[in-house]
């Protein structure tokens, strides 16, 4: 069974004359994880290494704690996880919503420039250069 967007799960609660079929036929769309278990989850799902993600983000140690669920990151170590991992956009902002951090929005540079990222399969040091490139901030800073 295929993952489905909010807006075809919205249309089929619309159209739903039996709330306890919805839940049933959907259980793997309302599933709720924590960061971690997401994270956990996406190494699964992508037969991703933790360690190379880790080393690939640039978090250093920090990431550790975020993988087990002892730190909670700002949405920059997010996002920067998020190109280690080369996270689609979709799969970004669900992982943001995970974290409980803003989604990513078009009508921001400094979004637009980490869309772009993503769509392009940009490492977070490429990234970076971007931001930097725009005058933006670039996604890390201090680690601790």
Known sequence: MSEKDTGQLENELAETDD??????????????????????FLLDEKNLSKTDVIKKSELGDYAYHIFAGRKNPSREKVIAL????????????KLLYYADAKKLYARDIWDDVIIYALKNNLSVTAANELLTDFDQTPLLGNVD
């Open 82 to 93: 998020a190109l280690a991992m080369q996270l689609s956009f979709e799969e970004c902002q």
């Open 19 to 40: 709330l306890k079929k919805f839940f049933a036929e959907n259980e793997i769309n309302l599933r709720d994880f924590t960061l971690a278990q997401y994270l956990s």
